[in-house]
C-alpha cells in the first residue's frame, strides 16, 4: 500500500486528550516519522502534559493548547491555536481521536488533507477528508490512533510500535536523587492511588495491603498521588502504622516522575494516565480495572504488564454501541463496588513479585 502523500514537507498530529492518551500517542508519532524520515512533524497536545513529548525522536515542534471546561474559554484557545497553526501551511493534519473542538482545529488549519477520526462508530468523521479505515470496529485505543496514520496509506505494524518517553541524562540523575531523597530500599514498588473518577480506584485498604506484604518481603513503596489526591495517601498510612521504607510523591513534574519510574521495579495502580506514563517510562505494571473493559486501554502484553478484570458484570451497561461495556457511575449504587472490591490484595501482590525488573 502506497503512501497517500509521497512527499508530505510538514504534517501536524493533533491529540488533546488526557495524560495517558498523550503518552499513547507517542507511538504513533514514531510511526509516522518512520513512513516519512524527511517530513517534518509538529504536535499539538494539551498543555497540560506537552513537556512528556519533549525530546521525542520524530517531533521537530510542539504546540500546547490550553484546555478549558468552560465552552467560551475552549472556543477562544481553539481560535488563538488555529490562527498560529494556519501560518505553518501544513500538508496534512491527523487528528487521532477527535472532539468537537479539536476537528474544528484541524480544519482551521487549512491542511488539504485531514484524517479525523471521531472514535465512536454512529459518529461522522467531520471534516476528514479521507477514510479511517476499520471505523466502527472494536479495538485498543492505540490501535485507532495508528489507524489514522494508516488513513494515509501507510502500512502500520502494530507489534513495531509502543508508546515510550525519551529522558536526558541529567533527567535520569533527577530521579535518581528524588528516589535516593525518600529513603525507600528496592526493589521499589510504585503505587498509583488514583484515577480520574472514584468507580474506577481499587479500595485504599487493599493498597495498604500489598505495601504491607512488599515492606515485610524487604522492599520500599513510593506512594504516587495527583492533584487533589493527597487525602488518600494519610488514608493508607493509617492502615500500614508506622513503617519504615515507605514515602509519597504527589503531583511531581512529570518528566521527574517518569525517570523515577524507570528507575524502579514495578507498578501498582488504576486504570489510569499514571499508568500509561510507567509502562512507557520501562516499567512493568499491573493494572486494576474495574468499571471499563481493558480491551480498549491496555495496549501493553500482559507477561510484563498482567492486569486484574472480573468480567461479564451486568453493571456495566453504559457503553455506546460499537464499544467494549463499560460503566460510567461515579459512585456505585448497584453492586457495591465489587468489580474492584472483590479483586484479591493477595494475588494482585504475588502479580508485582513475578514481573518486577
Not at 12 to 25: W, Y
Not at 199 to 216: D, G, M, Q, S
Not at 262 to 284: E, T
Not at 320 to 348: D, F, G, Q, W
Amino acid at each position: 500500500m502506497r503512501p497517500f502523500l509521497t512527499r508530505p514537507k510538514k504534517i501536524l498530529l493533533i491529540k488533546l486528550r488526557s495524560l495517558g492518551e498523550t503518552v499513547l500517542s507517542t507511538a504513533s508519532l514514531q510511526a509516522l516519522k518512520d513512513a516519512f524520515p524527511d517530513t517534518r512533524i509538529h504536535a499539538a497536545v494539551s498543555s497540560d502534559w506537552a513537556s512528556l513529548l519533549v525530546h521525542h525522536p520524530a517531533i521537530d515542534r510542539i504546540w500546547p493548547v490550553d484546555r478549558h471546561e468552560d465552552k467560551l474559554a475552549r472556543a477562544r484557545s481553539i481560535a488563538r491555536a488555529a490562527l498560529k497553526l494556519r501560518l505553518e501551511n501544513f500538508d496534512c493534519v491527523l487528528n487521532l481521536h477527535a472532539s468537537p473542538s479539536s476537528s474544528t482545529l484541524a480544519f482551521a488549519t487549512g491542511a488539504k488533507v485531514r484524517a479525523i477520526h471521531f472514535h465512536p462508530g454512529r459518529k461522522n468523521d467531520r471534516y476528514s477528508t479521507l477514510e479511517i479505515p476499520d471505523k466502527g470496529t472494536i479495538k485498543s485505543v492505540l490501535e485507532k490512533d495508528f489507524d489514522v496514520v494508516r488513513a494515509l496509506g501507510v502500512p502500520v505494524a502494530s507489534e513495531k510500535y509502543r508508546p515510550f518517553i525519551t529522558l536526558k541524562p541529567s533527567e535520569m540523575d533527577e530521579g535518581f536523587r528524588l528516589l535516593s531523597s525518600a529513603n525507600v530500599p528496592r526493589p521499589v514498588l510504585t503505587i498509583g492511588l488514583g484515577a480520574n473518577r472514584p468507580t474506577k480506584c481499587w479500595p485504599l485498604e487493599h493498597f495498604a495491603e500489598v505495601a504491607r506484604r512488599w515492606r515485610t518481603a524487604g522492599g520500599g513503596v513510593l506512594l504516587i498521588t495527583g492533584p487533589g489526591e493527597a487525602d488518600r495517601v494519610s488514608r493508607v498510612l493509617e492502615r500500614i502504622g508506622d513503617e519504615e521504607g515507605i514515602s509519597h510523591l504527589h503531583a511531581p513534574d512529570l518528566r521527574v516522575l517518569s525517570a523515577v519510574f524507570s528507575q524502579s521495579s514495578v507498578h501498582l495502580g488504576n486504570d489510569s494516565g499514571v499508568k500509561h506514563l510507567a509502562a512507557a517510562s520501562g516499567l512493568p505494571t499491573v493494572t486494576l480495572f474495574g468499571p471499563e473493559d481493558p480491551s480498549e486501554w491496555h495496549v501493553y502484553p500482559q507477561d510484563r504488564h498482567p492486569l486484574f478484570y472480573i468480567p461479564d458484570l451486568p453493571c456495566r451497561r453504559d457503553a455506546p454501541p460499537n464499544s467494549p461495556p463499560r460503566c460510567v457511575l461515579e459512585e456505585c449504587t448497584v453492586e457495591k463496588h465489587r468489580c474492584m472490591v472483590e479483586i484479591s490484595p493477595a494475588e494482585v501482590y504475588e502479580a508485582c513479585r513475578r514481573v518486577m525488573k
